[in-house]
C-alpha cells in the first residue's frame, strides 16, 4: 500500500496548502449564514421542543459543508490534473485502481470532516450544540462523505473542463442540499414537497445527523441509514467500476 499512502500525502497536501481557500473559505461562507440567521430568526422559530433555531440549523451546515467540499476535492483535482495533463504519471505509477480509488475517497473524505469540524467550531459561539447520540454523528458523517466524495470522483472523471464541473455543481449538488431541510423541517412544508423531500437522499443524511445531536429528527435514523449506507456503498462501486475501465482516463 505504499502506491496509496503516496498518492494520499499528495492528495491531502493539495488542499492543505491552499488552506484557507480550501478549508477556511467554507467556514467563514457557513459563519455568514449563522449570522444572517442567528439575528433574523433566533426566538421566532422552533422547530424541535427545547431547541433553539440556531442550534437546528448547525447540523444542516456542518452537513452541507461536508458534502460540499468531499465533493469538491476529488472533481477538481481530477480536472486539473487532466487538464494540466499530469494525470499520466499517476497513471504510469504501479498503482492499482483500488488504490487509487482509496487515496481520492479518503483525502476527500478528510478535507470534507475538517470543514465540518470548523463549521462546527464556529457554530459554539453562536448556541450550545448537545450530542445526544455520538455514534449516529459519526456514521452519518462518515457515510454522507463516503457517498460525496465517490461523486465527486465520477464527476471528475466524466468531465473534461471546469464547465463540466461547474454543471454538476450548480444544478445537482447545490439544489440536492438546500432543499434537503438545511434550513427547515419538512414537516413545516406542504404534503406534496414532504413527499417529495423523501426522494432527495440528501435529506435522510441531515436528517440522520441532527437526530445524532438532539435526538430528534423527522424520520428514523435507522430509515437514514438504509438509505445513506447502500448509496455510498453503489456509488463507490461505480466509480471502482469506472476506474477499472480507464473510463476518460486512459485515452
Same mark, same amino acid.
Given at each position: 500500500m505504499t502506491g496509496f499512502r503516496t498518492l494520499l500525502h499528495k492528495e491531502? #497536501?493539495?488542499?492543505?496548502k491552499v488552506i484557507w481557500q480550501t478549508? =477556511?473559505?467554507? @467556514?467563514?461562507?457557513? +459563519?455568514?449564514? $449563522? &449570522?444572517?440567521?442567528?439575528?433574523?430568526?433566533?426566538?421566532?422559530?422552533?422547530?424541535?421542543?427545547?431547541?433553539?433555531?440556531?442550534?437546528?440549523?448547525?447540523?444542516?451546515?456542518?452537513?452541507?459543508?461536508?458534502?460540499?467540499?468531499?465533493?469538491?476535492?476529488?472533481?477538481?483535482?481530477?480536472?486539473?490534473?487532466?487538464?494540466?495533463?499530469?494525470?499520466?504519471?499517476?497513471? #504510469?505509477?504501479?498503482?492499482?485502481?483500488?488504490?487509487?480509488?482509496? =487515496?481520492?475517497? @479518503?483525502?476527500?473524505? +478528510?478535507?470534507? $470532516? &475538517?470543514?465540518?469540524?470548523?463549521?462546527?467550531?464556529?457554530?459554539?459561539?453562536f448556541a450550545d450544540l448537545p450530542v445526544a447520540h455520538f455514534g449516529w454523528v459519526l456514521a452519518f458523517a462518515l457515510a454522507s462523505s463516503a457517498a460525496f466524495a465517490s461523486v465527486g470522483i465520477v464527476a471528475g472523471i466524466w468531465a473534461d473542463k471546469f464547465d463540466h464541473l461547474a454543471g454538476v455543481q450548480n444544478f445537482v449538488i447545490m439544489p440536492l442540499t438546500f432543499l434537503s431541510g438545511v434550513f427547515y423541517s419538512i414537516h413545516s412544508l406542504p404534503a406534496f414537497w414532504q413527499s417529495v423531500s423523501h426522494f432527495n437522499p440528501v435529506f435522510y443524511m441531515i436528517d440522520g445527523f441532527r437526530y445524532g445531536f438532539f435526538g430528534q429528527a423527522d424520520t428514523s435514523p435507522w430509515l437514514g441509514l438504509a438509505v445513506v449506507a447502500p448509496s455510498a456503498l453503489v456509488l463507490g462501486l461505480l466509480t471502482l467500476l469506472l476506474l477499472r475501465r480507464g473510463y476518460k482516463l486512459r485515452h
Open positions: 491531502v #497536501l493539495r488542499f492543505w478549508v =477556511a473559505a467554507p @467556514v467563514l461562507t457557513a +459563519l455568514l449564514y $449563522l &449570522l444572517i440567521f442567528f439575528h433574523v430568526l433566533e426566538g421566532h422559530v422552533q422547530v424541535y421542543p427545547g431547541v433553539s433555531y440556531t442550534a437546528f440549523l448547525m447540523p444542516g451546515l456542518i452537513m452541507m459543508a461536508v458534502l460540499q467540499n468531499a465533493f469538491a476535492n476529488g472533481s477538481s483535482s481530477l480536472i486539473q490534473s487532466k487538464i494540466t495533463g499530469n494525470l499520466v504519471f499517476v497513471l #504510469l505509477a504501479p498503482l492499482s485502481y483500488l488504490e487509487f480509488f482509496l =487515496a481520492y475517497l @479518503v483525502a476527500a473524505m +478528510l478535507r470534507g $470532516l &475538517l470543514v465540518g469540524t470548523g463549521v462546527a467550531a464556529v457554530g459554539l459561539l
